[in-house]
């Protein structure tokens, strides 16, 4: 039921390109993972259509970004080396003129000190 919900609206979305949905489905249903090669013309058209569906004009660029994120994650043992690996998060946001930076750390409780 969830892939014919999923193929139904992919061909509202894609109107005239059920061969691609078809690919789609298809590469999905072998691997979890729905990568389709397409040849130029309808990765063009594929394009055209889902800036379309998103009310995007078609030859307008899209606005720049006003800032940027990124998350930097990782294991290690802490607060020594000796500490079970816990995890580990970084976050900056960059904005015009500003930055943000969070640190998230853990630590062992287990861990003798």
Same mark, same amino acid.
């Given at each position: ?13 894609? *109107?005239? !390109? ?6 789609? +489905?298809?590469?999905? #249903?072998?691997?979890? %993972? @729905?990568?389709? $090669? ?23 660029? *899209?606005? !720049? ?6 998350? +930097?994650?990782?294991? #290690?043992?802490?607060? %020594? @080396?000796?500490? $079970? ?29």
């Amino acid at each position: 039921e969830r892939p014919l919900g999923r193929a139904s609206c992919l061909l509202q979305l894609l *109107h005239g !390109e059920q061969a691609v949905v078809a690919a789609m +489905l298809v590469a999905e #249903s072998r691997g979890g %993972t @729905a990568e389709v $090669l397409l040849e130029a013309g309808a990765r063009l058209r594929l394009h055209e259509r889902l800036l379309e569906a998103a009310g995007a004009s078609v030859g307008h660029p *899209h606005p !720049e970004p006003d800032g940027r994120d990124f998350v +930097l994650r990782c294991v #290690s043992p802490r607060p %020594t @080396a000796d500490s $079970l690996p816990v995890a580990h998060r970084m976050y900056v946001g960059l904005r015009a003129g500003t930055w943000r930076l969070a640190v998230a750390l853990s630590n062992d409780e287990s861990a003798p000190g």
